[in-house]
């Protein structure tokens, strides 16, 4: 259960900042009986929003902790302790996960060409997003910089501030540009809402990043329209053969085209999923994520 506080500065040490977004501020933090770390995400400071805005911020924090609780039991995402105020902002206060951010890690390596390392790092999202799916939640920010490889290889999803239960009701675009699927545009498509299938389209844009170095449909910023296309001639042939018919279903339009599920996805790897006595890259990224599955069996 998340500890209520009313001021969290009494039993943490709210250190430096170590990340922002739309959703609020990351703060690193030092639990002051334990000595352990924490990271504290903070609403954003008031500026010219309404106070009827302001508070609404606040309460989409306390609802992202409450999300994060329900998904307290499924492996890679970080658990959630106590929310409360600091200093007259609302905040949670979470695990903090030590590893390198999957934006970093890939960006000098890119393309990544060893599809055991590819394999690695999207079994391992599928796993986690299949328990997030499990619980009728949608993560609905899939993208690198919400992706994070501790050192021994294991990877973790975080941020769960725009996440959402399927088939709710939303009124405006939910995720991130060039990694939302075109029903995250439309606020509440056909009434119907989202379905783990969104999270699908975002997990396919970000395989398609890591093997041909673009996002899909040109990371188009507007709702994909026909005249999109999937990705220029040079870089669909660029996708390796092993992946490709994966890789295009991910990223569908139409939703309905995709993988079904998480599992169907990993399913379609297994056969890349690295095993004890796997060749390994010559080049492994480091932290690699190829070492997780060489010490752990796949749960789906």
Not at 63 to 85: C, H, T, Y
Not at 128 to 150: F, M, R, S, T, Y
């Amino acid at each position: 259960m998340i500890e209520e506080l009313m001021d969290i500065e009494t039993r943490y040490n709210v250190q430096g900042e170590i990340g922002r977004g739309g959703q609020g501020l990351l703060f690193v933090a030092i639990e002051r009986a334990s000595g352990r770390r924490m990271a504290v995400k903070v609403q954003p400071p008031w500026h010219s929003e309404s106070h009827a805005r302001f508070m609404s911020l606040g309460r989409e924090l306390f609802e992202e902790g409450d999300r994060n609780e329900e998904l307290s039991a499924v492996p890679g995402i970080p658990d959630v302790f106590a929310r409360g105020l600091y200093r007259g902002r609302r905040c949670i206060v979470m695990e903090y996960v030590d590893g390198v951010p999957l934006a970093g890690l890939v960006e000098s390596v890119r393309p990544v060409k060893d599809l055991g390392t590819v394999a690695a790092l999207i079994g391992q999202l599928c796993e986690i997003l299949h328990g997030v799916h499990a619980l009728n939640l949608v993560h609905c920010d899939v993208k690198p910089e919400n992706v994070i490889v501790e050192h021994d290889g294991r990877v973790r999803l975080i941020d769960m501030g725009l996440g959402i239960a399927m088939g709710t009701e939303f009124h405006f675009s939910r995720g991130t540009p060039g990694f939302m699927a075109p029903e995250q545009y439309d606020g509440n498509p056909k009434g119907k809402g989202l379905t783990g299938q969104a999270d699908i389209f975002g997990l396919g844009v970000m395989l398609l990043e890591m093997t041909v170095m673009r996002v899909p449909y040109g990371g188009t910023e507007e709702r994909l329209l026909e005249e999109h296309a999937v990705l220029p001639a040079d870089r669909l042939a660029q996708i390796p053969s092993r992946i490709r018919p994966l890789a295009l279903s991910m990223v569908e339009r139409d939703k309905d085209l995709r993988p079904p599920t998480m599992k169907a996805v990993f399913d379609a790897l297994r056969p890349l999923i690295p095993v004890p006595g796997s060749r390994r890259s010559a080049k492994p990224l480091r932290p690699d994520p190829v070492q997780y599955y060489l010490a752990n069996a796949p749960t789906l």
